[in-house]
């Protein structure tokens, strides 16, 4: 229900696509996940490794942050065809989420 109407801004100031959300519902149920969100983002250069991700954070359960992070200089927001989600389990990779395109690092698809 957040994300129906939220307004972004930018977030940071290294050249990242890190935003801000302001979810602008009223009286809108808190998220009882924790933070950040268990289900992540990551996205592959051309040559099929792994270069940077994304993580949603909330705030006192309201949609507060999108993360763009890198292994290296800062990222733009990266094209959502790009991005291959995951849910967080406890293990460094993740479980891939169901429905999405095979794609990935070499060696992983």
Known sequence: MQARDVLARPGCGCGCGT???FPQGK????SPAQTPVRVQGQFPDQE???FGGILLFLASGQLAELEVHSFGDPLPMPNPDQVLWFLRTGESAGVPLPNQPERGPAGDQ
Do not use: R, S
């Open 27 to 30: 009286d809108l149920p808190a």
């Open 48 to 50: 099929g490794q792994w």
């Open 19 to 21: 935003i801000h959300l």
